[in-house]
């Protein structure tokens, strides 16, 4: 903007200004619709001209990053605007990280359904899956407030028993007989409350059980339901993923899930270069940023490749179990064939494809 200078109060004075020669009709006085109309024109030409310098400039992390901000929604690129997506991100996350970041784009194959099975009765609380796969997965890992995300949640729920001595206890209000029994107040079987960021000396415990919870992959999921930029849904192998770049972190998936399976970032996660996992795909663990969900995809890298998800690779006692649905000799086919096997909440009618079981 060109800066002009105002002459003093006094300049001039005691002289009167000329009129000049050659009088001119006013100048129009500018209206609220005009200046509307200018600074829209303004506005676009503005974001055009910094396009333009942008994608002329040096600097390779302001372009990324606009290219980033106007690209489509992931599951309506065609396939030279996913590779130039890989591109951009593989550039700026091996420039973030200091090492070379790779972006998978493997899709969904065919003739693949993808399933999870969990033997509750041998899961013994050690949360060795909740480590492998925030480490996997570039979770964020810090201390204060929000900053710690875990996909895995395993319930520590303490087990009980009913008591012949407490029988004739509790009888409020007193006098009128009773009202409330004695084992109301101390556990009774096992029930689905208690801890999930519980750090025991040695598992598993004696008085305890546990109740490892995690995303359900729903074949009729409510969270994609509600979004309203159609930021998450249903790839064809089964799991729910999110495109993390059109996420506006509006929270209402979060509100649809009944299984607590997902993660907002509030803050700017933290993740260090040290421990940042460089084998990423773009639906998967790719780092995220702050104000989008986040959640379990069943290790997409991994899993498209042939491999099991990092939880079921560390669980020490083989309590987890992973396969295709539409393959009747795989693992999670055997235990569905072979197992006592119920799902969490069926009564929502959400079919999840997470599958608990029991000898």
């Not at 200046?35 to 303004?42: E, N």
């Not at 996350?93 to 899709?107: A, L, N, P, R």
């Not at 993808?114 to 480590?131: D, E, Q, S, T």
């Amino acid at each position: 903007m060109t800066q002009q200078t105002i002459p003093p109060d006094d300049a001039g004075a005691g002289t009167a200004p000329a009129a000049p020669a050659d009088p001119k009709p006013p100048a129009p006085q500018p209206s609220r619709r005009g200046f509307l109309r200018d600074g829209g024109m303004l506005g676009l030409s503005s974001l055009m001209g910094t396009a333009t310098l942008m994608a002329a400039s040096d600097d390779a992390q302001a372009a990324i990053e606009w290219g980033e901000h106007f690209q489509k929604n992931y599951r309506l690129m065609t396939p030279e605007e996913k590779a130039q997506a890989r591109t951009r991100l593989e550039r700026r996350y091996s420039e973030e990280y200091g090492k070379k970041v790779s972006v998978d784009t493997t899709e969904a194959q065919p003739g693949v359904l993808m399933g999870y099975a969990l033997n509750i009765r041998k899961c013994i609380g050690c949360r060795r899956c909740v480590h492998a796969c925030v480490a996997e997965n570039n979770q964020s890992r810090g201390a204060r407030p929000g900053e710690r995300i875990e996909w895995i949640q395993v319930l520590r729920m303490e087990r009980g028993h009913f008591s012949k001595d407490k029988v004739n206890q509790g009888g409020y209000p007193e006098g009128l007989g009773i009202q409330v029994g004695g084992n109301a107040y101390t556990p009774a079987g096992t029930v689905l409350e208690g801890e999930y960021r519980y750090e025991p000396k040695a598992v598993p415990e004696a008085d305890a059980t546990y109740m490892p919870i995690a995303c359900m992959q729903c074949e009729k999921p409510p969270c994609v339901k509600v979004c309203p930029v159609r930021t998450t849904y249903r790839e064809a192998d089964g799991p729910v993923v999110i495109d993390y770049n059109w996420c506006i972190g509006c929270r209402m998936c979060m509100g649809a899930c009944p299984y607590w399976a997902r993660r907002l970032n509030v803050t700017t996660p933290v993740l260090p270069k040290e421990a940042m996992n460089p084998v990423t795909h773009y639906l998967g663990n790719r780092p995220r940023m702050r104000g989008v969900v986040e959640k379990c995809h069943w290790c997409l890298q991994r899993t498209r490749h042939g491999r099991y998800p990092a939880c079921v690779e560390v669980c020490p006692v083989g309590a987890r179990k992973f396969g295709n649905l539409l393959d009747p000799e795989s693992e999670v086919s055997q235990v569905l064939a072979r197992k006592n096997v119920f799902r969490l909440k069926a009564e929502l009618n959400t079919f999840p494809k997470f599958f608990y079981f029991y000898d």
